[in-house]
């Protein structure tokens, strides 16, 4: 099935498609695309997952205990707080925003959570839920409604989260628990057939991502906002409103990965989440999504995401290396991505 913004539709933008989650290619409908344009189109969608098989093939062959199943545990878990919070950036950036605040969010959310697990397994998830989708909505308004920079809004949001964890915390002096054996705990540190339920927590988030971006009008909208605000707003197409969703839904998981993550924790840890915020737009981006907007896809995020995690545990099955490795690896993959996405989008144009 094929998938088009409203605006590759009426031809208004310059991005004329949204990538398919599977499909067969992202041409509008009625045009014969070249096998140049298809091959582009293909590589940018599915390029990453090639490269994740490749590289797990091969790290398989090398380091014994990497093809193990609890190594693959171990590194699902892991990816999946990180793949939560990516999948909330997806959404934005799909529109042409960007959201700096996630990191701080999910900090924030896993205090919050840790705080409130005291009173039973509903206020531990509604609590950061709360707060945290309060501050995407902030986000959205201030960026939909009053026309501020996505840059300076979440920037914002970024400091006013960590000096709200802070001041929860005592400075950091105090960290919250979570009662052994509870409900709540369960949630992080539970299983179903072998799966770590945070895992399954985020193969139901992002099946249901990919849903509302393939089948619902919301998720062209999506698209048709980041192809051309203006073209989208001439339509009557609600693109304020689409922004305040998504701002808000990228709060709302972010909260929901740090609760998560407190859950399979046992506490409140106040240190973590600096930076995630950059770990989740490289995934993003790695997995096909254009920074300026109007192309994405989830499925191309969950592969960024596995690909970075896979990245990780190889340098820690090196020994040799120190975690640090992981950004300079992480960077030379994104300037990689980007470099190939420039060149994919000029092929396009040029068939």
Known sequence: MKLTSPL????????????LEGGAGTEPAGTDASGKERLASLVQRQGVLAVLLLVVLIASFVYPTFATLDNARGVTVQASFLAIVALGMTLVIITGGIDLSVGSVFALGGVLAAWASQWGILPALLVPLLVCGAIGLLNGLLIARAGMAPFIVTLASLLGARGLLLALTDEGATTHLVPKDSAFAALGQGSIWGFG?????ALVLFGAGGLVLQRTSFGQTLFAV???SDAATLMGLPVARAKILVYLLSGLLAGLAGAVNAA???SGVTIIGAGME?????????GGTLLV??????????WGVLLLAVIQNLINQIGSLNSSYQS?????????VVVAQRYLAHSRRAA
């Open 197 to 201: 339920l945070p895992i399954l927590i």
């Open 226 to 228: 980041g192809g051309s």
């Open 293 to 302: 907007g109007g192309a994405g896809s989830v499925s191309g995020t969950l």
């Open 8 to 19: 590759a539709a009426s031809g208004a933008g310059t991005r004329a498609s949204a990538p």
């Open 328 to 336: 300079v690896v992480s960077g030379g993959f994104l300037i990689l």
């Open 264 to 266: 399979r924790l046992s």
């Open 278 to 286: 950059l770990d989740a737009i490289a995934a993003v981006v790695i």
